[in-house]
């Protein structure tokens, strides 16, 4: 059973690994930022930066282990990649982190606009589309995901901009974009759920190369960490618009 892709060009393979670096980092930086404002203690502080980087590369390094040994690579319902990877991370997000103090106390302190701009990561998207015209995807699947956090990643910017408005109107411009973005990624995850049902009665394996290095870091990051995101958005959300309208009036 194959575990690296002899498909893939090497172009499409190193660009969307430094995509993928780049949008963590995005991330990650403004998460930092935030620690800045809200752990005053500098040895605290920095401990807390080190056990995220930690995290990170093990969690990547993780996952490109499992995609080596071939875990990834049958298609089978549920996929492997979302037992062994996705919903983990999904746990680990609304089990462990959802109890801190820490995550409240600095979404509450961080601008919504800043929580927003972290979704800039999702011009990933477009590696989907490249993937079907490189006969990597289906057609389906790869624009489902792709078209989706494209206009997610790409409306992010002017929504971010907007929220300094600190309205009501800009407010709920917030939402329905909160909105769309979290529909998308359920989308996706519907589709590829779709596809590989699709494919178990002919006997194919559409979603092949999704278990394989690059790639397969996208459906083991992306989809937990983007709900995580969106949800805590919502928090922040239902706390400030009581205060925006108070303000307005």
């Not at 801190?100 to 011009?123: A, C, G, N, T, V």
């Not at 973005?181 to 394996?205: D, Y």
């Not at 397969?216 to 239902?238: D, G, M, S, V």
Request: glycine share 6%.
């Amino acid at each position: 059973m194959p575990t690296l892709s002899q498909s893939m060009p090497i172009w499409f393979s190193v660009s969307l690994f430094l995509s993928i670096f780049i949008g963590v980092f995005d991330m990650t930086r403004i998460v930092f930022r935030q620690l800045q404002k809200s752990v005053p203690d500098p040895g605290k502080r920095q401990k807390l930066k080190n056990q995220i980087l930690l995290f990170l590369i093990l969690f990547f390094m993780i996952v490109a282990g499992m995609s080596l040994m071939g875990l990834f690579v049958k298609n089978v319902l549920p996929p492997r990649i979302l037992i062994l990877t996705t919903l983990p991370l999904l746990a680990f997000y609304f089990i462990y982190l959802f109890k801190q103090q820490l995550l409240w106390k600095m979404i509450d302190e961080m601008p919504l606009s800043e929580m927003i701009r972290m979704h800039r990561f999702r011009f990933l998207g477009i590696f989907f589309i490249l993937g079907w015209y490189l006969n990597l995807l289906p057609a389906y699947f790869a624009f489902a995901a792709g078209l989706g956090d494209l206009m997610t990643a790409i409306s992010s910017i002017p929504i971010a901009r907007l929220k300094h408005r600190e309205s009501p109107l800009a407010l709920r411009i917030a939402l329905i974009w909160n909105l769309f973005g979290f529909w998308e990624i359920i989308h996706l995850m519907g589709a590829a759920i779709w596809v590989i049902s699709a494919s178990l009665k002919t006997g194919g394996n559409p979603l092949g190369e999704m278990g394989m290095i690059p790639l397969c870091f996208l459906p083991a990051f992306a989809p937990p960490t983007i709900l995580f995101l969106h949800i805590c958005i919502f928090k922040k959300w239902r706390k400030l618009l009581p205060e925006t309208l108070k303000k307005s009036t």
